[in-house]
T-cell receptor, first 113, second 114 residues
Framework: DTGVSQNPRHKITKRGQNVTFRCDPI?????LYWYRQTLGQGPEFLTY????????KSRLLSDRFSAERPKGSFSTLEIQRTEQGDSAMYLC???????????FGPGTRLTVT | GENVEQHPSTLSVQEGDSAVIKCTYS??????FPWYKQELGKRPQLIID?????GEKKDQRIAVTLNKTAKHFSLHITETQPEDSAVYFC?????????????FGTGTRLQVTL
């Protein structure tokens, strides 16, 4: 499968715990985006990378959230001290430099109890 | 920042009829408008897109129109089939630096009935 992949697909955690998600973009894509989607809403932009550089972060991304893309390939999104309001689908997308089309992964559904 | 509004929130059509979903955007600098289809529990799938230098684009049963002056764009699906049932999202691209973050509408749940 040459599409965007994300792991895990589902994560249930208790409030206050830390969680980390992984995204593997399409292999030749150098741009990688994270979005969050809550029930009944469209995806909301969180942050994006061009290669290993994190170029923008949304105000939605509180200081409990951190994202990395250390070698310009896969990316991780970590949420520290999770809160119930963090429950959502976390989507990753990738695109090729010079083209606007973004292709999404299947998402990681986070449930904070 | 950009704001995208989408209507209707739900749409039910009979198989074979046409479906139209409309979106408006606020940022006149937006220049790329994709549409995504999301089936239950699955990833958003890019189905068609249009750029600001084009007024209309068609791909088989799907077409998108853009009116830059009015800042609205629409998705048209003809000869609807049950497999078209899904949630459809419009989006607008707000260019920041060298990348294009997307601002999405709230989605339209399309139900195609037999």
């Amino acid at each position: 499968d040459t599409g965007v992949s994300q792991n895990p697909r589902h994560k249930i955690t208790k409030r206050g715990q830390n969680v980390t998600f992984r995204c593997d973009p399409i292999s030749e894509h150098n741009r990688l985006y994270w979005y969050r989607q809550t029930l009944g809403q469209g995806p909301e932009f969180l942050t994006y990378f061009q290669n290993e550089a994190q170029l923008e972060k949304s105000r939605l991304l509180s200081d409990r959230f951190s994202a990395e893309r250390p070698k310009g390939s896969f990316s991780t999104l970590e949420i520290q001290r999770t809160e119930q309001g963090d429950s959502a689908m976390y989507l990753c997308a990738s695109s090729l430099a010079g083209t606007p089309e973004q292709y999404f992964g299947p998402g990681t559904r986070l449930t904070v109890t | 920042g950009e704001n995208v509004e989408q209507h209707p929130s739900t749409l039910s059509v009979q198989e074979g009829d046409s479906a139209v979903i409309k979106c408006t955007y606020s940022d006149s600098a937006s220049n790329y408008f994709p549409w995504y289809k999301q089936e239950l529990g699955k990833r958003p799938q890019l189905i068609i897109d249009i750029r600001s230098n084009v007024g209309e684009k068609k791909d088989q049963r799907i077409a998108v129109t853009l009116n830059k002056t009015a800042k609205h764009f629409s998705l048209h699906i003809t000869e609807t089939q049950p497999e078209d049932s899904a949630v459809y999202f419009c989006a607008a691209s707000t260019r920041t630096g060298t990348a294009s973050k997307l601002t999405f509408g709230t989605g339209t749940r399309l139900q195609v009935t037999l």
